[in-house]
């Protein structure tokens, strides 16, 4: 008789699973056995992802199509999830977009929209699900967060400030789900290649020209898998990003500030 996996009989909802650490996050619960929902907004790329996922790992992968930056996004996501006859047991919040420059470098749209589905697209969605994890006694939520939630960000303020916010509601349900089965991490990743870089515009500041070679994000996603499993509170990949996180605690505020802010200028 096979062995049978830890993620058989239950479902991973992998937000965000189009590209980059979504997509490898997803291969990680699909090969310990778990069945996926897929949700990102291009339908092309989502659709790839479900079907490679599926023939490589054996389970069923089911892409449903939705924008979360949307308001109602998460609750239109769960709807649809539940006209399929789906239901979630493992939420994966990897949805999220950041972007480089003062404030008003951006429209409004812009910062707001990091707001809508960095944090309230998050939030709704673990609303959504966290009772009937309770109920079960398993399953749990894995945010996507950034060692930028370790300290505000100067020409970056709003995307670090939603990381910040994501980190700190995490380590609030690990303690709320502490001894239930339920578990909570919190994934903070340093520079990692992937997509988001373009988006953001990170690549031309003087962080990304002197923090070295960004990470891949396949070993990001397993760290943050291992973590989880582990009901690790929160999982910062690598030794030179827990350092940074961490040296922040111990300078002073306006000394921290002015660093930021130099290193996210353009270089």
């Known amino acids: 008789m096979a062995r049978k996996k830890p993620g058989e009989g239950q479902t991973a909802l992998v937000t965000g699973a189009s590209m ?39 389970v069923t992968a089911t ?3 939705q924008d979360l930056g949307a308001i109602g996004g998460g609750s239109a996501l769960a709807q649809a999830i539940a006209q399929r006859g789906l239901s ?10 950041g972007h480089a420059g003062a404030l008003t470098s951006s429209d409004l749209q812009t910062q707001l929209g990091m707001i809508d589905l960095n944090v309230r697209a998050l939030v709704e969605l673990t609303y959504l ?33 939603s990381k910040a916010y994501v980190l700190s509601f995490s380590e609030a349900l690990w303690e709320e789900s502490r001894g239930t089965g339920v578990h909570v991490s919190c994934l903070c990743p340093g520079p990692t290649v992937s997509k988001f870089r373009e988006r953001a515009g990170t ?8 923090a070295g070679a ?8 397993r760290m943050g898998y291992q973590g989880w499993k582990r009901n690790k509170r929160v ?31 353009p270089a």
């Open 129 to 161: 699900y966290w009772d009937r994890m309770l109920a079960n006694r398993r399953g749990g939520v894995l945010n996507v967060a950034s060692t930028a939630a370790f300290q505000p960000g100067p020409l970056m303020a709003n995307y670090y400030a």
């Open 235 to 265: 999982v910062v990949t690598g030794a030179s990003n827990q350092f940074i996180a961490g040296f922040g605690k111990f300078i002073p505020r306006t000394t921290l500030l002015r660093m930021v802010r130099n290193l996210q200028s």
């Open 20 to 58: 980059g650490i979504g997509v490898d996050l997803a291969e990680c619960f699909a090969r310990e056995g778990y069945n996926l929902i897929l949700s990102a907004r291009s339908a092309g790329p989502l659709q790839d992802v479900a079907s490679r996922l599926s023939a490589a790992h054996g």
């Open 203 to 210: 690549g031309k500041t003087r962080l990304a020209k002197n």
């Open 63 to 65: 892409a449903v199509v």
């Open 88 to 97: 979630v047991d493992v939420l994966v919040n990897n949805a999220g977009y």
């Open 214 to 221: 960004a990470m891949a994000s396949a070993p990001v996603a």
